[in-house]
């Protein structure tokens, strides 16, 4: 009697011959299928890659009392993208890849901090983590951090959310198998508990230290 799939045992012949049980690591294949290596797990070595915000009409939204916008005074938005395009122009000079975040598309536009590009996101073995931001004038910048990593084919490997908050510059790597975290007002238990659950699903082998401050 000739086999076909829908005999359950034929089924599980085929695949076991020609579709053998997955037995490679996520972080093993990022390279053959993502394009290159992403991610990092160290603060030290050549900087390759980096990610840049060019200030924008955000700025334009900045009006008194400036300390709502946790400014001073209303930055000059021609001085500030001549400045960014001098920053960029240094990277590339030294041979760093810069890649230009996506612009915000609310209307008005509010994201005024989104300079700060440390803070939405932060790296892992196999690509990027973005956190959820603590304070109101920043949250959203969230969204197009990750539109950007995935448009250049970077793999976002999680999204803190529920009630996580986590902010990039409270994340450090002080060698490739021990990765602090502070908490406090910016980044929360429950944020610690997302981010290190997606660390150690990459590298089960490192040790996540929380810093309180």
Request: charge should be negative; proline fraction near 7%.
């Given at each position: 009697m000739e086999k076909s799939f829908g005999d359950a045992d034929y089924y599980e012949e085929v695949y076991e011959k020609w579709h053998p049980k997955l037995k490679t690591r996520f972080e093993d294949e990022v390279e053959k299928y993502w394009g290159r290596c992403w991610g990092a797990n160290t603060e030290i070595g050549r900087l390759r890659t980096v990610l840049l915000h060019k200030p924008?009409?955000?700025?334009?939204?900045?009006?008194?009392?400036?300390?709502?916008?946790?400014?001073?005074?209303?930055?000059?938005?021609?001085?500030?993208?001549?400045?960014?395009?001098?920053?960029?122009?240094?990277?590339?000079?030294?041979?760093?890849?810069?890649?230009?975040?996506?612009?915000?598309?609310?209307?008005?536009?509010?994201?005024?901090?989104?300079?700060?590009?440390?803070?939405?996101?932060f790296s892992c073995k196999g690509g990027m983590i973005v956190g959820r931001m603590y304070d109101a004038l920043r949250?959203?910048?969230?969204?197009?951090?990750?539109?950007?990593?995935?448009?250049?084919?970077c793999p976002v490997l999680g999204i803190v959310h529920g009630a996580g908050i986590v902010e990039?510059?409270?994340v450090m790597w002080l060698d490739e198998t021990h990765l602090a975290i502070t908490t406090g007002r910016r980044?929360?238990?429950?944020?610690?508990?997302?981010?290190?659950?997606?660390?150690?699903?990459?590298?089960?082998?490192?040790?996540?230290?929380?810093?309180p401050t």
């Open positions: 924008g009409e955000a700025i334009n939204s900045i009006k008194p009392p400036f300390e709502a916008w946790r400014y001073t005074e209303k930055p000059n938005l021609k001085e500030m993208i001549e400045d960014h395009e001098r920053l960029v122009q240094a990277f590339k000079d030294e041979g760093v890849e810069v890649v230009i975040r996506k612009p915000e598309t609310y209307k008005p536009p509010r994201l005024v901090k989104s300079i700060y590009c440390r803070d939405p996101s949250r959203g910048e969230e969204v197009f951090t990750a539109q950007t990593y995935l448009e250049i084919g990039g510059g409270s980044t929360n238990d429950e944020g610690v508990r997302q981010v290190t659950e997606i660390v150690k699903t990459t590298q089960p082998e490192v040790e996540v230290i929380t810093v």
